[in-house]
């Protein structure tokens, strides 16, 4: 995926002139436990560790580069876990993290001036009123730390179920300027809010469902193509903010699928693919088109799926991403059961199984973080089912709500939901309506248009 610029990274040793030049304190103890492994190998290490404790961390080189730089001084739950199953017996501290209370909510000093430092684009977030009343800082409180990466105050207001506060990030504090112009310059502070809002979606959406995200993710969607549009930038930051505005509309164009919003959707992938195309980025090209056979599938049109998805399997054949190749499989599986081509269908399964069955590579995807064993089999069960195939199709579902992490709660209701179907198809009514009310309990929790409607058919 085209790169988009990183600050620059102080060495843990060098002049005293390079490390003035940074307000980061470099995190040393942390760079020795990398030892000689290449930023790359230590993030595909990182990975592997998730992996083996069922986390899902979308780890890679430039985050390793931000916490040896000190830029993210204390890195959130998942990756502390991972890290002490990574390193056993040491501790936060050990690893050279400075305390959560040290810097949750603070501003970032420079350590020159004591003045606060950092991206000055990202705007404050309103202050979210939770069960407990409102918490965070507010405007008058100076900017949220960014090196405190999972924000209190942002993961209260989607956990909480508000997500208005989302837009917000990405809107440039332009010195009282009108909100909804973004002219002026755009650097790498904006750039990395693009990408964090992207983040953000893919994350709550997996366990609260597209319905609250929506409308107020579409705003930083529009937000996002002013600031490539309108402002002024250098080219590498053009091409961060074309890789995270295409990747933004793509993850709108999900909320708006996964919402009922079908119409809707299909025109934020074009969006997205017209992006790609003009960036030449043909990563997100291929995610693009992956997401549009998948919303042609569900929206009737089978010829248009086998089409997008074997588009998609075009140019991800030299990505280095078997699994990426199995997801894109498994797209055109879902459009030749919807054919009716029960051989192809066959024939599509069965390479998906094959090229998961390869491992995960360092060059997969970020966005890839759902696609595991569970979506394997998920996926195959709704080919099976298209196809009429009932039985087969409620084994494969039973065995995706087996497999999946419980943090996707979306991803299990779509499964209890589609082995109901299937249970019921297959003469099964006392199993089928056990599946349903799991399925409707777990909608208490999140809200998704699609998986509701599959329950009321």
């Known amino acids: 995926m085209t790169s988009f610029p990183l600050p620059p990274l102080p060495r843990a040793t060098g002049s005293s002139a390079a490390a003035s030049a940074s307000p980061y304190t470099p995190n040393t103890a942390f760079r020795q436990l990398r030892g000689d492994r290449s930023p790359g190998e230590f993030a595909a290490a990182v990975r592997r560790a998730a992996r083996e404790i069922g986390e899902h961390v979308s780890c890679d080189a430039r985050y390793i580069g931000r916490l040896e730089s000190g830029e993210i001084r204390c890195p959130n739950y998942a990756y502390q876990r991972v890290f002490r199953h990574l390193f056993p017996g040491l501790t936060s501290a050990d690893m050279g993290f400075a305390p959560r209370r040290a810097v949750r909510g603070r501003a970032r000093r420079s350590p020159e001036s004591g003045a606060a430092a950092g991206p000055p684009a990202l705007s404050v977030l309103p202050s979210p009123t939770g069960p407990t009343g409102p918490s965070g800082p507010t405007a008058s409180a100076g900017l949220p730390d960014p090196t405190y990466e999972e924000s209190d105050v942002l993961r209260r207001a989607f956990m909480t179920g508000g997500s208005a506060a989302l837009a917000s990030t990405l809107v440039p504090a332009q010195g009282g300027r009108d909100r909804g112009r973004t002219t002026g310059r755009a650097g790498s502070s904006e750039v990395r809010a693009v990408h964090e809002s992207v983040r953000q979606i893919r994350l709550h959406d997996d366990r609260h469902g597209a319905d609250g995200l929506y409308d107020d993710a579409g705003d930083a969607l529009r937000t996002a193509y002013r600031l490539l549009d309108e402002s002024s930038h250098g080219p590498a930051v053009a091409a961060g903010l074309a890789s995270g505005a295409g990747e ?105 199984h094959s090229l998961f069955a390869s491992g995960p590579r360092d060059a997969d995807p970020a966005w890839m973080t759902f696609f595991g064993e569970a979506e394997l089999s998920g996926l195959a069960a709704q080919a099976w089912s298209a196809l009429g195939a009932h039985s087969r199709a409620a084994a494969a579902a039973r065995e995706a709500v087996r497999l999946q992490d419980p943090h996707f709660t979306r991803n299990i209701a779509l499964y209890e939901a589609e082995l109901a179907l299937n249970l019921a198809a297959s003469g099964q009514p006392e199993e089928a309506q056990a599946a349903r009310s799991r399925a409707l309990r777990l909608l208490g929790q999140v809200r998704s248009s699609r998986i509701r409607a599959m329950l009321v058919a």
Do not use: K
């Open 248 to 352: 933004l509309a793509i993850s709108v164009g999900w909320l708006a699928h996964d919402s009922g919003r079908l119409t809707e959707a299909r025109s934020y992938y074009a969006e997205a693919l017209a992006t790609a195309r003009m960036a030449g980025d043909s990563a997100l090209e291929a995610h693009a088109f992956c997401n549009t056979a998948f919303l042609a599938r569900d929206a009737g049109r089978p010829r248009e799926a086998v089409r997008a998805a074997q588009a998609a399997q075009l140019l991800a054949r030299f990505f280095g991403s078997p699994r990426l190749l199995s997801l894109l499989a498994l797209r055109e599986a879902g459009g030749r059961a919807g054919l009716g081509d029960r051989r192809g269908c066959e024939l599509a399964l069965s390479r998906a």
